[in-house]
Each structure stands twice: as structure tokens, then as C-alpha cells.
């Protein structure tokens, strides 16, 4: 097992091997999905989340040994990328990757400090009484700005991937989860609107979005808005006739 640690945790090694070691019998379950688990557990006095992703297929193994860093890797090195540009994300301890004698990848883990938060985008999609929601969309779109001027495409950006924070007198803090699919590019102003596609937009919201956008941006909300609502609206009918392709498939 090949360890990566944070140099702020690097006397906490032996600790974060023995965490991973006992991944599955021990710590809180989070998620459990089809590739990837998500466990807490503490490390010393303090909570951190341990992300698993399973041992990939024989040519993604080969794929991920030799031509391309791996998701625990990436998860790393963008939480500190992401870091380093003032843009929150859960903190980034270490990452593992079990390799056998041939250097293929087998398990992998990332460990990052466990963020304690009230909301995600989600709830606010689907509740149009949310209190203080335009407010939220608003600190929302700068986040997002801010992320798009450090040259941050975040391509898994959907509604459960944006952690929120109340503070006092009407302010929410914003963190990044779930990092492993990202470029870091100059985006043009089609890209930027294309990176909200996934939240699953109302009407209403688009407006508010591509509103503060322009603000920020200087661009004009009437052109945003436009792009935004094609951007938004294609995305659902994508999605909305996969759904109904694979139940008509599944009744055959």
C-alpha cells in the first residue's frame, strides 16, 4: 500500500494506514454505491471521511497504473489545486493505492477532513419555499464564478456535489466534494453556462443565476440567460428520454 499524506499530517501515516486497513469493519457508513463507498471514522481527535474506490477491470487497471493518475490521486491533488485558489473543499489528508508486483492498481482510498454541513443545492431544487433561496443562488453563482476564474471546469457539478454552511447574517460558505473529474482550462463564456447544466435548474432560478453572473462577470444577462435556459433545458430532455428509453426497454 503506497501512501501520500498531507505534510501537515505527515506524523499521522501509520494511523491513516490503520483506517484504511479496517475500512470494512470499522467507521460510519455515508454511501455505499455500485464503485465507490464512502466511510467516517476519526483520526486522532478529529473526524475525517475515507472514500474507497474499488479495484478497477483489468484495462482501466492498466490505464490507471500507467497513463493516467488515478481518482484517489486526482481527488488529491485538485482539493489542494482547489486550495491553493481560495475555493473550499473538504481538507485533503492523504491518499492510498494498493499495487501488486506487476504495479497495477488494485483498492484505492482518499482521506479528507469531514465537513459538518447543513445543506446541498438539492434541497433548494426541490423546495421553491426554501427560506433565504434566491439569496443562497446568488452566493451560489459567485462560488461558481470564482471557481470558473481559477480555471476550474468541475464536470461533476450537480446538485449533491456542493456542500453548504450557514453562518450569521445571511452568508453560506460552499465546498467542493467529490473531485476526481475536473479540467482546468480557460472557459469561454458558453462553457461557463454549460457547467450548470447538471444543478437541474428551474426557470426561476436560471434567471436568478444568470443574473448575479453578469453581474460579476460583465457580461450581459440577457445573452447568459439565453445560453444558460438552452444549456439547462437540453440537459433535461437528455436525461428525461434516457429515463424513458430504459423503461421502455425494461418492459420488453
Known amino acids: 500500500m503506497r501512501i501520500i499524506t498531507h505534510p501537515k499530517y505527515k506524523e499521522s501515516e501509520k494511523a491513516l494506514l490503520q483506517l484504511v486497513n479496517a475500512f470494512f469493519s470499522e467507521g460510519n457508513l455515508i454511501v455505499k454505491g455500485s464503485r465507490n463507498t464512502i466511510k467516517s471514522n476519526v483520526l486522532g481527535e478529529e473526524k475525517v471521511n475515507i472514500k474507497y474506490f474499488k479495484r478497477p477491470g483489468a484495462l482501466k487497471s492498466v490505464i490507471y497504473s500507467f497513463f493516467r493518475s488515478t481518482k484517489a490521486k486526482r481527488s488529491f491533488n485538485y482539493a489542494n489545486y482547489l486550495l491553493k485558489h481560495n475555493i473550499p473543499t473538504p481538507f485533503p489528508i492523504a491518499y492510498m493505492e494498493e499495487r501488486s508486483g506487476l504495479g497495477l492498481l488494485g483498492d484505492s482510498y482518499y482521506v479528507s477532513q469531514q465537513i459538518d454541513y447543513d445543506f446541498t443545492i438539492r434541497e433548494l ?5 426554501f427560506p433565504d433561496r434566491n439569496s443562497i443562488l446568488e452566493q451560489f453563482a459567485a462560488f461558481t464564478f470564482k471557481m470558473h476564474q481559477a480555471n476550474v471546469n468541475f464536470l461533476d457539478h450537480s446538485p449533491g456535489n456542493t456542500l453548504i454552511i450557514k453562518r450569521d447574517a445571511g452568508r453560506y460558505d460552499f465546498y467542493l466534494i467529490d473531485l476526481n473529474r475536473m479540467k482546468f482550462e480557460n472557459l469561454s463564456v458558453e462553457a461557463r453556462m454549460d457547467n450548470f447544466k447538471k444543478m437541474w435548474l428551474s426557470k426561476t432560478m436560471v434567471k436568478v443565476i444568470a443574473k448575479k453572473y453578469a453581474e460579476l462577470s460583465g457580461q450581459p444577462e440577457e445573452k447568459l440567460h439565453k445560453i444558460l435556459l438552452e444549456k439547462t433545458l437540453d440537459f433535461k ?16
Request: no cysteine; net charge positive.
Open 125 to 129: 431544487i426541490h423546495d421553491p419555499l
Open 237 to 252: 430532455r437528455k436525461i428525461t428520454k434516457k429515463k424513458w428509453l430504459k423503461r421502455k426497454l425494461k418492459r420488453k
